[in-house]
Structure formats: structure tokens, C-alpha cells
């Protein structure tokens, strides 16, 4: 986040009766500009047009694999999960058998296993599988 302008100590609500540093940011992402106060900042890096973007998405698995998929990768109906893209599908499970502690104690065959670096971003991955079919 960049900082445009300090705005100083502002109520951050109606009912509330702390006072807290507001500023003028900018988003480096989808540089759009907001207020927001120092307490939200440390929650997000990203305003709130886009971190909605960045709950679901930009997340890692098991610490190492990085989900930067530019599209949503489940449909959900009703809180159920649908449809989940395919090569997601093979990816977190490729991801799991290699790093998930839980999985090595179920199946100790993969303990010692290890994958290439590039297959740790989920779009790399992605390019790889369309170019085998």
C-alpha cells in the first residue's frame, strides 16, 4: 500500500469511541485509492475491490505451492462444490502427496519424493498439462 495523504486520527465508525490514524492509500494492484485506518491495514495488503480477489485466490498450499489461477477454480451451489477445474484437481493432490505430513503418515511410499520448481505455481503447471493433451 501506498500511502497518499495522512489524514490523521479519525473514528473509524459511528459508535466508536477510539480514535484511530487514517490515511489516503493507493492500491498497487488495482490502483484504486480508499481511506482506511492503520488497525484494518495490518488484515489486508490490498483494498477492498480487490482483496476479495486475493481471499480466494494467490493462496498457498501446504507453505510452497502458490494457487495463482486467474479464474475460479470451483463452482459452488448452495455451499456445495459442483465443479472443481480438473488440473487443480491433479495439481493439489500432486502438492499434497509431496509435502502433506498427514499423507506421509498414511502412505510413507512418498516421504522422499519430490517435485520440479516450476510445478510449485499452479499456472506453470497448468501450461504443462495443456501442452500434454
Known sequence: ?????????????????QRT???????PRCLGRFIRGKCAMKKTKHCTRCAMFLKKRNKYLYGVGLNDASYPITKTINKKVVWCCPFYNSWKHMITRVFSKKYHKKQPTYIDTTICSDWLTFSNYKLWMESQD
Open 1 to 17: 500500500m501506498k500511502l497518499i495523504k495522512d489524514l490523521g486520527l479519525r473514528y473509524p465508525y459511528k459508535k466508536c469511541k
Open 21 to 27: 490514524q487514517h490515511g489516503l492509500y493507493e492500491c
